[in-house]
């Protein structure tokens, strides 16, 4: 099992709850679209928030940023040092920092100090275009220079006495990331910060993320996820849910099984699907619910499901675990099976 490394008032490692994380699109010294973007993070389920510290404002709008926001905050650093410094002091809850461009032992020894002194948490790790020199050298673009790399970053601040660090070992190619990981996991009890970095779009983005993270969590490795888009990051926060809940991970919400409908389709089942997901997304009970196209099959392929609808010929019929128990006009459809949500999740507490 990972170590447990405390980020401000969570922890991810050690067993604790897989934590989702995402990256601002503003500067911290825009305060105020940062501040916002970060409450609607929180209102998604984002459990940590990054963004870059570029400059001295940068560092110094954490201490408002920090007041006003309520999950941890990760600043990132490149070249900088004094920049890892300062936004520690102004209230960052963890530090982002690539070793390899920060100018030295000196000045990783004076962010060790700070991270000490601040009892803080610091990530480190490689990418697949920041793999030091050696290890491109000694191993090309492969999972062993990535981990290796990463462990060789993690050593310099073990060796300055810090001890609470993150590792991440992300690539753009998936069978690589998830090789990398594989290979760090089996080396070294750093909680893991999972991702696949670059991924693109919304739609391939998600598949990349979904297929690489996914894969790693079901071996049980990972213990922070961060899905890499090129879109809202509120979207990243949505996808790194739904793995959770895909795999596992997450069981206080509603599922939705819905069938991808055929001939034997009866209605309208699609944006009834779609509508029915929204209404229910915002419930946190465990419950399984199914919209399906007919009432031939879709109560026995939903048969697990606590609650489901099926489409008949001017009717629909709801079910219980398979069984149908109520028939309900086309007209009454919606108010009458989200009614029937709401009192499966009421018999439930
Ligand atoms: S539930 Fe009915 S409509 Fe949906 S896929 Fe199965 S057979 Fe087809």
Request: charged share 25%.
């Amino acid at each position: 099992m990972s170590k447990k490394v405390k980020i401000g008032n969570i922890f991810i490692g050690g067993g604790a709850p897989v934590a989702v994380q995402s990256m601002m699109t503003f500067r911290p010294s825009d305060t105020k679209n940062t501040i916002k973007q970060i409450l609607a993070l929180e209102e998604a389920g984002c459990d940590i928030a990054r963004f870059c510290v570029r400059d001295e404002a940068d560092a110094k709008a954490i201490k408002t940023i920090r007041e006003k926001t309520h999950i941890p905050l990760v600043a990132d650093i490149h070249f900088d040092y004094r920049l890892a410094v300062a936004a520690a002091e102004n209230g960052a809850d963890k530090i982002r920092i690539n070793p390899g461009n920060i100018g030295g032992e000196d000045k990783i020894k004076i962010v060790a100090d700070c991270l000490k002194a601040h009892k803080l948490p610091v990530r480190v790790g490689s990418n697949s275009g920041s793999i030091e020199k050696e290890f491109l050298l000694a191993y090309g673009r492969s999972e062993k220079a990535l981990a290796e790399s990463a462990l060789k970053n993690a050593a310099l601040f073990e060796k300055y006495g810090v001890g609470d660090i993150v590792v991440s070992v992300k690539a753009s190619d998936v069978r690589l990331t998830v090789a990398a990981y594989r290979y760090i996991a089996a080396r070294c009890d750093y909680p893991l910060h999972l991702g696949v970095t670059e991924a693109g779009t919304l739609k391939s983005g998600v598949v990349k993320n979904s297929i690489g993270i996914g894969a790693l969590l079901l071996q049980g490795i990972g213990d922070t996820v961060r899905v890499s888009l090129s879109a809202a990051p509120v979207e990243e926060v949505r996808a790194a849910k739904l793995i959770l809940r895909s795999v596992g991970l997450e069981k206080d919400y509603v599922e939705l099984v819905s069938c991808p409908t055929c001939g034997r389709c009866e209605w309208d089942l699609i944006p009834f699907a779609e509508k029915t997901e929204k209404f229910v997304s915002k419930f946190k009970k465990p419950l399984k619910i199914a919209v399906m196209g007919c009432v031939v099959n879709g109560p026995g392929e939903a048969a697990d499901a606590d609650l489901g609808i099926a489409g008949g010929k001017g009717f629909c019929m709801l079910f219980k675990k398979g069984v149908p128990y109520k028939k309900v006009a086309y007209e009454d459809v919606e108010k009458e099976f989200f009614k029937e949500i709401e009192n499966c999740l009421r018999s439930a507490d």
